[in-house]
């Protein structure tokens, strides 16, 4: 009889990982709508998928803001856990909003499984992706950063302990113990960092005196794609959310004019703020760049917010006033999608020249329709790199002739 494992299969090794099955949490807050909030859990699905679990259902709660103890309402609570009690494969549930570590421990202590919230599951995609000593060490201090405030609600034993005179026991010396550590660490991750960012710092230096064309755009758009086909290198591309937490620096050549071209970690909503932070260093690929490529999924109904998060996030990083170029990628998959599939030629064109127009008085960038997968547009898009390229060329060596301008 076959069974479970795959031990000593042939051309398999270790052991068969089974997925884990979870349902998905949302709140609707007063200033939202419930189609939104789905829109939400549709990215949430997708980042559960990306960890390796599957959502089987969702539960979406209406309350003006959440409840200091649970989060969600003590009714909706009770729903969950008769579902839970009718589906025992179920072992973990999924919050669309981070929790404290009060609501987290109540929320296990009820309904009996794991309890993971959006940030937990961004830092535990960051970790089973880095693969460079700096990401393994930004995901880290991430986690440390995350876990400080959460220390005494996760501490379940002090709950006998009501604090105040006479209550300081061994218990809080004990937590005091591991925020002391827990801080300890977090120092020792910054000063790993500083050390890394200098290394880096040498390492643009010694690239010398080239423009600097960066990709940016939302997680998930096709960035890395785009990367292989433009610098013709092998970049780690998935259909998954952060397939590339590693920035990718590649020497490329259009028609005599040298370029970097670099490729980052892709942004997405409700990034956690303490992720931001520790993976700023990454980012300053970005922050020191010339040009960058605003890559959207055109096909994507949201793609107009996803424009606004990763521009607020360059906003942050104070790189939103650099030349840009918004490509819009999956054209192809954009016209099927929405098209009528008895329009001709000529309608399309009206239709996207309309687009275009639009996204470009919008968001104040010039752009570019392509698919990265068909490699339609990719030669008109090499063309305007071209032209970027060289007009920062000519600002940064207006006295000097080079060949390229």
């Known amino acids: 009889m076959k069974n479970g494992w795959t031990v000593g299969e042939t051309g398999k090794k270790g052991l068969k990982i089974l997925q884990e099955k979870a349902v998905l949490v949302g ?72 929790l404290s570590g009060k609501q987290t421990n109540n929320l296990e202590e009820f309904l009996k499984v794991k309890i993971i919230d959006r940030s937990s599951l961004i830092l535990d995609i960051f970790a089973s992706r880095a693969q460079t000593a700096q990401a393994k060490t930004q995901v880290e201090l991430a986690q440390m950063q995350y876990l400080l405030p959460r220390l005494r609600g996760l501490w379940t034993h002090l709950e006998r302990q009501r604090g105040g005179i006479g209550m300081r026991g061994p218990g809080e010396k004990e937590i005091e113990t591991d925020r002391r550590i827990v801080r300890d660490k977090i120092s020792l991750l910054k000063e790993k960092l500083q050390k890394i960012d200098q290394q880096n710092i040498t390492q643009r230096k010694n690239r010398g005196e080239l423009i600097r064309v ?47 071209l670099s490729d980052t970690v892709g942004f997405i909503r409700k990034l956690p703020h303490h992720l931001i932070e520790s993976f700023k260093s990454t980012l300053d690929e970005v922050r020191e760049s010339d040009i960058l490529l605003h890559v959207v999924d055109i096909a994507h109904p949201q793609h107009e917010e996803h424009i606004r998060t990763v521009n607020n996030t360059l906003e942050e990083l104070k790189a939103l006033d650099k030349p840009t170029l918004l490509v819009f990628n999956k054209i192809d998959l954009y016209r099927k999608k929405y098209y009528d599939p008895f329009i001709d030629e000529e309608a399309k064109e009206e239709i996207e020249e309309g687009l275009r127009g639009s996204l470009k008085h919008l968001f104040g960038y010039d752009n570019i329709f392509i698919s990265a997968l068909s490699k339609e547009n990719i030669e008109v898009l090499r063309e305007k790199i071209i032209t970027l390229v060289k007009e920062q060329y000519k600002i940064r060596y207006p006295y000097q002739v080079k060949q390229w301008t």
């Open 27 to 98: 709140l609707v807050y007063k200033d939202q709508t419930e189609a939104q909030v789905n829109e939400y859990l549709d990215e949430l699905e997708f980042l559960a998928l990306t960890a390796g679990a599957q959502s089987i259902k969702r539960f979406i709660q209406k309350l003006p803001h959440p409840d200091t103890r649970t989060f969600i309402g003590k009714g909706k609570m009770e729903e969950i856990g008769k579902y839970l009690d009718k589906h025992e494969d179920i072992n973990m549930v999924i919050f669309d909003d981070d």
């Open 214 to 260: 960066s990709l940016v755009g939302y997680t998930n758009v096709g960035k890395s794609t785009l990367m292989n086909m433009l610098s013709k290198s092998e970049v780690f591309a998935e259909d998954k959310l952060f397939a590339t937490l590693d920035t990718t620096v590649r020497k490329v050549v259009f028609e005599g004019v040298p370029f970097l």
